[in-house]
């Protein structure tokens, strides 16, 4: 099993900038891919970023809305992902998950954290 919590969300003015956190705890060593994923009020829940394990300096992907804009990472030493948000518009407000795949293609879910752009 593996235990993922978010935090780092809250309102942020558009043209900001916010950095979500994901700590992961369990069985870390199983996890092969990363990523975060947003679901708006009335949307589905869409893909943000992935960033796989194991990979020197870690493959990552981005959804072309956020290109440019937003930097996925990952430090192995304390098990968490990052997200660096910056020129936020008030498109990105949703609620934020933390995903995680292990080599099993077993899928894990924190419970979000919120991120509102408004001024």
């Known amino acids: 099993q593996v235990q993922l919590v978010e935090s780092g969300g809250g309102l942020v003015q558009p043209g900001g900038s916010l950095r979500l956190s994901c700590a992961a705890s369990?069985?870390?060593?199983?996890?092969?891919?990363m990523g975060w994923y947003r679901q708006a009020p009335g949307k589905q829940r869409e893909l943000v970023a992935t960033?796989?394990?194991?990979?020197?300096?870690?493959?990552?992907n981005y959804a072309d809305s956020v290109k440019g804009r937003f930097t996925i990472s990952r430090d192995n030493a304390d098990n968490t992902m990052y997200l660096q948000m910056n020129s936020v518009t008030p498109e990105d407000t949703a609620v934020y998950y933390c995903?995680?795949?292990?080599?099993?293609?077993?899928?894990?879910w924190g419970r979000g954290t919120q991120v509102t752009v408004s001024s």
């Open positions: 369990g069985r870390i060593s199983t996890i092969y891919t």
């Open positions: 995903h995680a795949l292990d080599w099993g293609s077993m899928g894990y």
């Open positions: 960033i796989i394990s194991g990979v020197s300096g870690g493959r990552t």
